[in-house]
């Protein structure tokens, strides 16, 4: 996180955000429609469950977005970070799908799932979390085979927390790396606490996406992304917004007045206002212990769920 | 932290801090000399260490600063959050040398020690690690006696980490009222995160006071204080400002706009741009872990040394 | 755990147990018939599950078993320790049953759950993790009302974990009697590790008494119980064994020889084989971790079902 | 720890044992001298601090000892356990020196850390939690240069804690040859908690050499060991013995009856006595959380005071 602003296509400064629906929120307020993006949205209202799959196909999709192209899934609950374990439930099976239309699971398939973040810090401690829930079956299945468990096919299921730079020295992508270099995996799932635009987004939505994790992200300082490009498989990353900068906070409370400025008296005016000690803070939820541990039981559900069976 | 606000004694409206040095520096400011308050301020050039020390002396001056009488000493230094073992022993020993002028430790004293704060979110921790690292000696002089185990006057120190409301279904100071009636210890240490009004002082600062730890104190929830009117023996209370308000970052940004509103359009304008989210969150630094980490070890130890010696 | 040995009736030294049951089937062994004590067992084939229900009933049963009078029920259940969902939620289920046979929740009740045990040691962790899960609902009653929360009746459930004595200084006894006193909860349930004899019981048995928690169980040291007797309210406790001592193991190992020799021989030879340090060691499964995790997943969401019906 | 037993050359079976001190201890007792190995002991009275330093030197010292070649030094001290700091200080700088001979720390050194051992149990923390007390540097250095930070010379310091193949499904010396292959030390040094023989040794006991760690170690189950042979690059052991196996316990106690049977007597002897569950076991102190704590401190700190200099 150590770049806030990034510099869109319009030249103008924007605050970071990780969730592709924001972006495309932003473009929908401007009524902008966006060429080589499709969006498509679906409700369930017994549930109150928002689904969104935002695909960007082309190149030029990509650039107006400020992402990779690739499929972003968003599921809206806002009931996520209450304790109701059937809605929980429900939610995991949702994610278990999408799961399996992102990876084909029809087929046995070598899983290694990273639980970025610190897991001493409460808000960016999704990851390890839900590492600590999986079911892991790798191992299990080199000692003693698929007969010896009697199976016929199962998936092998790997997963590490890696920890984050101040707490190892490295890179977590240089250590998911040599993992992947030396495990072989078909495919990596990584699940990372995220930075909202917005404090309405946190702990109710869950990001799903084929394009892996990039820079920026999270409550943490992830410097090289986690990508298919990098690591030479596939990359599924699973965010959920945990946080939001506590610079976006006083700027998007500002935005009506913002609005009326011109674009170098913004940077002024921002430059002023946002003390430099705000980028080193995040706004979190009072409960985001709860918040974590329900969010976190619920992803690896989800994982858990998708590939118990081939 | 349930109300963001307190109305002082100009009738405006101000968002809530912990901290006394915050209530008299905004005097200072507006150049009011406050009567009934006496101010001392020391400050150790080598160390970089700066204490000030705040008494209320007067009913007046207790309705001025919005909290009751009694002493507010208030240790800053800026190197506090940072893992340089020598200074933090020098801190340490700072602190034990104001304890041992509000407590009278040349008399064997019994003392229980509360560790406010959820455990399980990391910017609330600090009153649990505190107790975690605390040494306890109750016990043994119960168990061996004093001849037992050598020693011809020692303090018997006992402690706990009550949990919050939300873990507990129960009031923290019902649980510390009870623990008092049943162990009588002759004076309460309560340490404890507080909010702060401005990020600057976050995690470099340490008030210690004999007033004990009032309402809407920290990140958590404490609806009744622990106070000597209360609980009936003296208390302590020590605290750290860990967290601002979200609420609070956003009204301080935009104070000089503030200032150019009359009062009523202050508050409409406030109304207008904090959403109501903004007050069930709160900002923390991003290595809030290291912080908290090497914060509570520094005033275990400080405490460990005021216990020490009879 | 500071006596290893009990005298029984006998006269002859024992090993101390916490589960009746074990004390019943030493009797069996010796095709002893116990007066004042009943005892009932059940038997699910299907789901393995064994249950018995030992009843003392006069003053002599309690001398022959070495325990107080009252009902001692014991769930034992092979799969306990192993990750199979449905398989814990009946369990869960069947524990609730029995909650509501020894407590009457048909009347709306005040609950205070005590969870036992160092959260610090794994084997002795199940106490604290169970109230960790638990839904403290006294505290919303308190401040909302019933009909704030949209109910006619409700339990209000409260808990804690209080530590052991080398963590705070205090008794447990003290802590729990001290918000006892404060909190006037119409009954305590109290949860602990428990010490076995045998390994072959560990992490698949629980034990649920209406008679409290004694003195000598456990990983840690209470010297003083938790009793209707003690405390002034009825006390149910729940424990399971997950540790053994590990002077039991040694002792157990050479049951066949000791038998050959006469009493005061065994003594000696006891005292020559069990060096003295093993009596401050306990012998615990390699997979402490994830059993006590199940566990006290099982045993928190029993309580949850039983407590969530008036 | 699958292999409980091992054959050494003289046929019998013996209990393993994770110290190089305890074979020779044993040969000691049985008078008998072992080629190939030299042992030097110095006893410094005054702190009660005994090192002892064992030299496999040849081919036959290693099948003799049943370890390989290389230096095995042990740093006994009785009080490591307990909380005097500055006790715990002389060991750190006990440490540091022993690793300042078995790594050239003139020159400027990349090290690896790895703290092995399952984090999730008590007793198999000690890996897990120096790694979190050691101050890291690599990324410091890589992000600023060593004029960036104002040094002229530095080591870079990284490390990790890979949790054990039941977390993870993958074998630690998998994890670990991955980051090797990645992130290119010059030397690994692993951290892990230790099976000892006998309980007298536990908590008291340092041993550290330059062979790496072996499988068959400690509370976990590494079937493949960390060493040079496997990772390439020199690899450092430092263990604490922190458990006993269960079946050891009982084996020893017996030791003497066992010495009146033939062999095969022995064998038939040992497999009544110890249950097949016993084989899953460990015995560990009841003070094992207050022990880690302190010997992890002790040893990061003698880590980081090693490495601080160039």
Known sequence: MKKQEDADMSGSRRIRTDLALETTERFAEENT???????????????????????????????????????????EAPELSTPDEDYHREISEEISTHLRKLIDL?????????GLG?????????????????LMTRHIIKEYGLRGIKHKKMHRISGIAPGVMAQTGME???????IVSETKPDVVVAIDALAARSVRRLSRTIQITDTGIHPGSG??????????????VKVIGIGVPTV????????DSMA??????????????????????????????????????????????????AFSQV
């Open 33 to 75: 429609e966006i060429r080589g993006v499709e969006v498509h949205e679906e409700y369930d209202e017994e549930k109150d469950v928002r689904t969104t799959v935002v695909k960007i196909v082309t190149e030029n999709g990509a650039k107006s977005m400020g992402r990779p192209q690739g499929t972003y899934i968003t599921i």
């Open 244 to 251: 939001v900068d506590a610079a976006t906070i006083v700027h």
């Open 172 to 178: 977590t992508a240089e250590i998911v790396q040599g």
């Open 256 to 305: 009506h007045l913002l609005d009326t400025l011109e674009e170098t008296e913004q940077k002024e005016f921002l430059d002023e206002m946002i003390t430099p000690n705000l980028y080193s803070m995040f706004v979190t939820p009072k409960d985001v212990d709860e918040t974590i541990k329900y969010l976190s039981f619920t992803i690896s559900e989800g994982l858990n769920i």
């Open 219 to 232: 409550v943490g300082n992830h410097r090289n992304g986690l990508t298919e490009e990098n690591l030479q």
């Open 106 to 114: 029809e087929k046995e398939k070598s899983v290694l799932v990273i």
């Open 118 to 134: 610190n897991a001493a810090i409460t808000a960016d401690a999704l990851g390890p979390q839900v590492v600590d829930n999986l």
